[in-house]
Every structure is written in C-alpha cells, then in structure tokens.
C-alpha cells in the first residue's frame, strides 16, 4: 500500500505543477530537476498522466515532452 500511495501523491505533486504552470513543457529530466525527484521516479507517473489525459506528450523516451491539457471550460454565452 505505501507504494501505490506514494504513487499516488506524486501523480497530484505533477498535476498540481503543471496546473500551476499550465504551458510548461517539460522533459522528464526538467520536471525531475523541478520537483526535486528522480527520473526513475517520474516516468510511471507521467505515463499513467497521459494514460488519464491529464498530461499530453511529443516524443519518446528521454526526450519526450509533456505538458498538461487544459480543460475547456464552457461559457454561458456558448450555452445561448
């Protein structure tokens, strides 16, 4: 259980900063340096982010960029 936790908190440690920092474009090594965590530790994680959508990425392995999708937010005058 501590490792799906663990897990777990750094998916919400990268949401959070790339909603803070919402057009980054980040490699795994420059997110690493950012968050002050290991490649190793990042790469599920972002990976299971794209999984979900929150996160895009161009590229593969260590040159692969990801940054995060912003939500479409709907207006009301797009309801009228």
Known sequence: ????RNQLMLQMECTLFFES???AYQTIE???VRL???ADQLDQVL???VEMSILS???????AI???NIPYH???AEWS
């Open 1 to 4: 259980m501590g490792l799906e």
């Open 21 to 23: 920092n919402p057009y």
């Open 30 to 32: 420059g997110l690493s």
């Open 36 to 38: 002050g965590r290991s």
């Open 47 to 49: 990976n299971r982010l």
């Open 57 to 63: 990425r161009v590229g593969d392995g260590a040159r």
């Open 66 to 68: 990801y940054y995060f």
């Open 74 to 76: 709907v207006t009301e």
